[in-house]
């Protein structure tokens, strides 16, 4: 019984000495992660907002009210228009912020997103719409899907037809883009393709609300 209770005392103390030291090395790493977190986070919003010196996060807005509204007329939207997607919309507005150029005006939104269609769950990327909802860019903040196929989805030759494009909605084309809101998708990759087109939709319409101070006081 003696030696139970010391094997269970020495096994305690062992637990506890590895939980501290985790603990530890948590909080020393913890600084660190942040900041290459918000370098991440940086490079992405220059990248689809090219112009921007400064940014800040707009405060007040209702994410929960905000992403029911989108998700609402992105349904609408794709039935009165009669469109299809692999997959329906399930995605979700993560952070909106207002960038700003050397003078400290505003010159557009960036807005962070995560589509939960995507072929391996999910992808999150960010989305840049100036003053006039023309879409700027689009980076990825977290893509993982088939190397060689979903993968493509990072390659300027998909990304890029979003580029400096204006329209209410974007589709894709599977027999080659003939009009200003289409893009072709990615050959054997439709499911990515979806995702990320309903993602650059949904930070379209989110662009739109924020602005029309819906979802923003």
Known sequence: MNK???????????????????????NVTKEARAKQEEKVK??????????????????????????????????ENEAENHLTSMKPYQGEINEVVSARDSSGKEIGMIITVTDNEAYDGSLQMTVGIAADQTVLGISFLSLSETPGLGMKAKEASFINQFQNKKADYFV??????????????????TITTSAVTHGVNAAVICADLCRGGEDSE
């Open 4 to 26: 139970m209770i010391k094997d269970t005392l020495i096994l305690f103390a062992i637990t506890l000495a590895a939980g501290l030291g985790l603990g530890a090395v948590y």
């Open 42 to 75: 940086l490079e992405a919003y220059q990248s689809v907002m090219p112009d921007m010196a400064d940014y800040q996060k707009i405060s007040g807005i209702d994410y929960d009210r905000l992403n029911t509204e989108i998700k609402e007329k992105i349904t």
């Open 172 to 189: 894709y084309s599977k027999t080659g883009a003939s009009a200003q809101n289409e893009i072709d998708a990615i050959s054997s990759a």
